[in-house]
């Protein structure tokens, strides 16, 4: 929650909330892995305090999916390619967004967004912010005790064998 008290004053200053003559920027937010675009106690908290601090303005919480349990499930199972080619399809039909918007995504929706702002042209991604992304990747297996530990090292060569199968990968 810190990273999003931060986050929220960041947009203001991005020009989301530039006063009551201009127009505000929508802002895109997709959630990170295990979560759902609308969840009250975190994608729905944080658009809620986006609109309170930002009156006026247009939030889309992407959701893949009918419901939110496919949006939960989809954020763990469905390739991302196509997650990424849906949300571009959400965008370019959402009317309050031909002007362009600005993106904030967490952990892997920062990572997803990244995406969208590569591949998806119209409507623009003016700003991304990531809060939490993994746009450096991950190494191994994250906080496995010892450096040096065999069986850290077995557990490494493992995940090495089969992160990049198509299984996986899809």
């Keep these: 929650m810190a990273a999003l008290r931060a ?9 989301l909330g530039l006063g009551p003559a201009a127009a505000v920027t929508p802002l895109v937010i997709w959630h990170g892995m295990g979560d759902s675009c609308c969840n009250p106690v ?24 009918s419901n ?18 849906e949300v571009c399809s959400q965008l370019a039909a959402d009317p309050h967004l031909r002007g362009g918007y600005n993106a904030m995504g967490f952990s892997q929706g920062g990572q997803f967004l990244r995406a969208v702002a590569q591949r998806c042209p119209s409507p623009a991604m003016l700003t991304l912010i990531s809060v ?26 493992t995940l090495d064998l089969g992160a990049y199968t198509k299984a996986v990968q899809e």
Aim: with cysteine; hydrophobic share 40%; charged share 15%.
């Design 42 to 65: 975190s994608m729905g908290y944080i658009q809620k305090l986006v609109e309170k601090k930002i009156p006026g303005i247009y939030v889309l919480s992407l959701k893949i999916g």
């Design 132 to 157: 939490g992304g993994q746009h450096q990747g991950v190494y191994g297996f994250p906080r496995c005790p010892g450096e040096s530990s065999h069986i850290c090292d077995w557990i490494r060569k």
């Design 68 to 85: 939110l349990i496919q949006d939960m499930e989809n954020s763990f199972f469905m390739n991302v390619n196509d997650q990424v080619s």
């Design 7 to 15: 986050a929220v004053p960041v947009l203001a200053l991005l020009g």
